[in-house]
């Protein structure tokens, strides 16, 4: 599921609320006339004044607006949406920008967690924790595995994805309470029904122990790893723990490989479709995760039913109007529908859906196009004739079983 902020020029951020969702992703940030900021490659350095406190703030401005804003990366991999009222100072130089290595990263992480919180590393993530040591290795050889299978998905598809430019981050609180202290001050109250999400903000991944495995600490250092696994993956809750973890990576990993741009528009159907693509839980493998593009049945069950009262402009919405996805109402339908199209795409349509990922790629933060030129979009590398297609997908999807 998904929360999204919006944050538009001077105006408070507007929180828009999801009921009992699994799992989300964070994107806002709507400039004034945004333009994409061009210099030399050295670094940019900006003072932020916001709500009493005072930053400074090392890396790169993305995009600057009319009215003195600016979009800046910092050196952390935290994106800064900074208004004019709040930019206090800002100066350049040549110096080429660097972001932080493994180790710089794991201090300036570990120095703003609360005490208790150590770092597990594996070859592409740093993964903070307060769980046990066991828990956090569990999720490092998950967010590993979907790792490689995402690379050689979109390789064998020929995407040419390029290697994050840092370590990628994941935090995992021992228990709700951890995690919604931390997380409260990106999602408010609505913390308390989001049990993980990917900032695209922060670049990081959030969630907590959603087993209670924390109580097998009790089992003492000597109970195994596959010990500790296979209890996680007996949980009743296991299959949805999986899924989230799987979900929310595989929005990190989309957004650190050049697949999709952070704050660029990218069409939440199209976003979510591919999450809900990748999550399909295999829990008779000690994972608990392998298969990429298995069909996914919940959302499978969840399409026939809308079917029965699905409007002749469905696709045509789902295209182009993204909140379908971030309305409580409306969201299981149109996630559900998500993963069909994603489904029926990369099955039917190959192809044209690489061709038509590349473009979106390139997108710039903050640009958004109309409702009118996403479908143009669409329609230039997948089909000209919608409704033909749509009579294919149905068809198609009526029969996977
Ligand atoms: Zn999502």
Known sequence: MI?????????????????????????????????????????????????????????????EAEDGGVLMLATDGVLWAVQPQELEKRTSDQVPLKMLDRKQLTETVLASLPPGFAAYDTAHYVIFYNTSRGYAQWCGALYERLYRGFYNFWSRRGMKLSDPEMPLIAMVFQDQADYVDHARAELGEASQQIVGYYSLRSNRMMTYDLTGSDQLRNGGPRATSAQLINQVLAQPRAESLVATIIHEATHQLAYNSGLQTRYADNPVWLSEGLAVFFETPDL????????????????????????????????????????????SRTAPDAYAES?????????????????????????????????????????????????EFDAEFIRFIGGVR
């Open 3 to 63: 929360f999204y902020e919006k944050n538009r020029g001077i105006e408070r951020m507007k929180r828009r609320r999801i009921e009992i969702v699994s799992a989300l992703c964070i994107a806002f940030s709507v400039f004034p006339s945004a333009l994409p900021h061009r210099h030399a490659a050295g670094m940019d350095y900006v003072t932020v004044s916001r709500g009493g406190t005072t930053s400074h703030v090392e890396g790169r401005i993305l995009v």
């Open 284 to 327: 008779g493998n000690s994972k608990g995760w392998r298969t990429i593009g298995a069909v996914n049945y919940r959302r499978l069950d969840q399409f026939s039913r809308y079917f029965a009262n699905r409007p002749e402009s469905s696709l045509a919405s789902l295209l182009t109007d993204d909140e379908r996805l971030r309305n």
């Open 339 to 387: 993963w069909a199209l994603c489904y029926f795409l990369l099955k039917k349509y190959p192809r044209e859906f690489s061709n038509y990922l590349s473009e979106l790629g390139k997108k710039e933060p903050l640009v958004y196009d109309t409702p009118e030129e996403r479908l143009a979009t669409f329609r230039r590398h997948i089909v000209d004739d919608l409704s």
